[in-house]
């Protein structure tokens, strides 16, 4: 019998086997989050979702920001389990889709919702000197075209 996993893959080095996995076991309501080396998964962070129930659809995440993993579990908008755990092994790879059933049990999919990749915004204070820039970059040109125009119009 092999256990019924759904989950999703992030930082995947499908050579190597390497990355991160989030998954729930669908035989007892577990969500893990591992890291692979080679193939095999070493749990770094886990939960029990609340009144788990084989029958639900569950929506899950795993944010990566440096070397932060979060992982959550939500249901119909719910958020019903959240957890973190600190590793910074791997940091790039393909995202992927885990599905880990009997051949012959129909009942257990997964698939892609949304997938994004933020990058952090500057701050304020970076912004605002960009700014600052900007502007003195703008006047020294209307200055320098100024005194051409100057030039120009006296030396006729």
Known sequence: TTNRNVGILAYLD???????????????????????TSG?????????IPSFSATTTYE?????????LTATASSGGSSLLDFSASDSTYTTG?????????VGDPTL?????????????PSTMALASMGLVAVAA???????TLARTRSSVCGE
């Not at 393909?94 to 009997?102: H, K, L, P, S, T």
């Not at 999919?109 to 915004?121: D, I, K, L, W």
């Open 138 to 144: 703008a006047a020294r040109s209307r200055r320098r």
């Open 14 to 36: 499908p050579v190597g086997l390497n990355g991160y996995g989030l998954t729930i076991d669908y035989d007892n309501g577990d969500l893990d989050l591992s890291r692979l």
């Open 40 to 48: 095999v998964d070493s749990r770094i962070g886990s939960g029990v």
């Open 109 to 121: 999919r997964g698939s892609f919702g949304t997938v994004t990749a933020a990058v952090p915004e």
């Open 60 to 68: 899950i995440s795993l944010v990566i920001s440096n070397s932060l």
């Open 94 to 102: 393909f995202a992927g889709v885990i599905v880990n059933r009997d």
